[in-house]
T-cell receptor
Framework: GQNIDQPTEMTATEGAIVQINCTYQ??????LFWYQQHAGEAPTFLSY??LDGLEEKGRFSSFLSRSKGYSYLLLKELQMKDSASYLC??????????WGAGTKLIIKP | EPEVTQTPSHQVTQMGQEVILRCVPI?????FYWYRQILGQKVEFLVS????????KSEIFDDQFSVERPDGSNFTLKIRSTKLEDSAMYFC?????????????FGDGTRLSIL
């Protein structure tokens, strides 16, 4: 079966750095996406990785290791508005997005 | 910035009734999707649509469900004989052409409550 694992919840302090991990086992791999979802709202696109390595985009970076089936999302200089769920999603061999359950990130002042 | 719009934002329906959820994808996008998210659970793929036909569908998308693009702008999801377990947030998404890295853009969702 296809499986994507993320921690259920994480807590961090405003101004700090947090790393959210994602491991996956899917039938094929055509890229990994990170989305942010505020409660009751739509997921919004953050990043895409298809090759190994780090992709940096402002305060957010995403890393991929295909051999390990592993990715992480790194958030720097945390702000209160970063409190949200962070969803890891993998595009499988059918180009279908398989979603993790999301990591709820709580930012404390 | 162009966005995906969904109507209604909240739909309350009696069990057994039919509902139609409406979406207007971003105008130049060619790939359309419906997802479901039961409260507190993960996003689940329902169906993808391209070139006026279904390209992929999940096990959830059985004969109870259908999609249609009745004109050049709308993309609808019809759920027949609704059940209590159909209560969820339904998201529409659209995607531009390009490589596999093109992200899907999501609408704000329709919250469907079956009574």
């Amino acid at each position: 079966g296809q499986n994507i694992d993320q921690p259920t919840e994480m807590t961090a302090t405003e101004g700090a750095i947090v790393q959210i991990n994602c491991t996956y086992q899917t039938s094929g791999f055509n890229g990994l996406f990170w989305y942010q979802q505020h409660a009751g709202e739509a997921p919004t696109f953050l990043s895409y990785n298809v090759l190994d390595g780090l992709e940096e985009k402002g305060r957010f970076s995403s890393f991929l290791s295909r051999s390990k089936g592993y990715s992480y999302l790194l958030l720097k200089e945390l702000q209160m508005k970063d409190s949200a769920s962070y969803l890891c999603a993998v595009k499988d061999s059918n180009y279908q997005l398989i979603w993790g359950a999301g990591t709820k990130l709580i930012i404390k002042p | 910035e162009p966005e995906v719009t969904q109507t209604p934002s909240h739909q309350v329906t009696q069990m057994g009734q039919e509902v139609i959820l409406r979406c207007v994808p971003i105008s130049n996008h060619l790939y359309f999707y419906w997802y479901r998210q039961i409260l507190g659970q993960k996003v689940e793929f329902l169906v993808s649509f391209y070139n006026n036909e279904i390209s992929e569908k999940s096990e959830i998308f059985d004969d109870q469900f259908s999609v249609e693009r009745p004109d050049g702008s709308n993309f609808t999801l019809k759920i027949r004989s609704t059940k209590l377990e159909d209560s969820a947030m339904y998201f529409c998404a659209s995607k531009d052409v390009g490589g596999t890295g093109q992200p899907q853009h999501f609408g704000d969702g329709t919250r469907l409550s079956i009574l």
